[in-house]
């Protein structure tokens, strides 16, 4: 009798059944791969871990203490400048120095120098103000503005005790038209040119000042007045005004005749 031989077991069943195994075995080599790493980094991991919760938390502690820090720089300068207003100078002077070596000051460090300069004017010290206002103008550090405004108050206050020589050349750059502080300086300039035995070019400053549309009136008005001072004897006389020309009165109507 013929030996019965088995049945063909079918392709596909034999694919499904070796990627079923292959899945198995894959799977038991990722978790044995993960325990492996784990048990290797996993120290290093927790450090890290543990690290940046650190960090985020140790962030918003000094954001909190940063916050806090530029909340009482504000308040104390407001009551140095109030006691400024009120003229106690000695302790506007105190309140305004305790600010300048203080972290997150920022901008109220160059405010806190300005105020102590004014402060030390209402005590007549004019030397220690100008001292400050060349410290600030000076300064690489400070916005261009708060220079720019001192290098103009420096000239105002020293106008009969530094070199106008000096004092010329530092105001130039603030002539410029687009400079806010640039109708002062060219006033001061003209001033120092004036004091120099120079007033043909004086009165080029001031002219500049009345060929300005957007002048202020009240500038505009001390220029008109240096401009008279240093007017050159050969300067053209400004044109004058067109003469209103006469608007005639309509003619009356006449009756329509019949």
Known sequence: MAK???????????????????????????????SKIWK????????????LVLGVLGFQV??????????????????AAKQLDAGESDAAIKGFTALKGRRFAGGYSVLSRLGEAAAL??????????????????????DPAFRD??????????????????LEAALAPVTNSDNSFSYSALEMSALLA??????????????????????????????????????PADAAPPPAADAPVPVKAPAAAQPAKK
């Not at 940063?66 to 720089?73: D, F, G, M, P, V």
């Not at 070019?201 to 500049?208: K, P």
């Open 4 to 34: 019965k031989t088995p049945d063909t077991v079918p392709a596909e069943k034999v694919d499904h059944e070796l990627e079923g195994l292959m899945s198995e075995i894959e799977s038991d080599i990722r978790e044995e791969e993960l």
């Open 40 to 51: 290797r980094y996993s120290g290093a991991m927790l450090v890290f871990a543990v690290a």
């Open 149 to 166: 405004l001192a290098t103009v108050l420096r000239a105002v206050h020293s106008l009969d005790s530094a070199d106008p020589k000096t």
């Open 194 to 231: 004036a004091k120099q035995g120079n007033t043909k070019h004086a009165y080029e400053l001031v002219q500049r000042i009345l060929g300005d549309p957007a002048a202020p009136s009240g500038v505009r008005q001390r220029a008109t007045d240096l401009a008279a001072m240093y007017k």
């Open 121 to 142: 004017l209402q005590k007549k010290d004019e030397a220690g103000a100008v001292k400050i206002y060349g410290e600030i103008s000076a300064d690489t550090n400070a």
């Open 62 to 79: 000094f954001r909190q203490y940063e916050n806090k820090e530029r909340a009482e720089i504000a308040l104390a300068y407001d009551k």
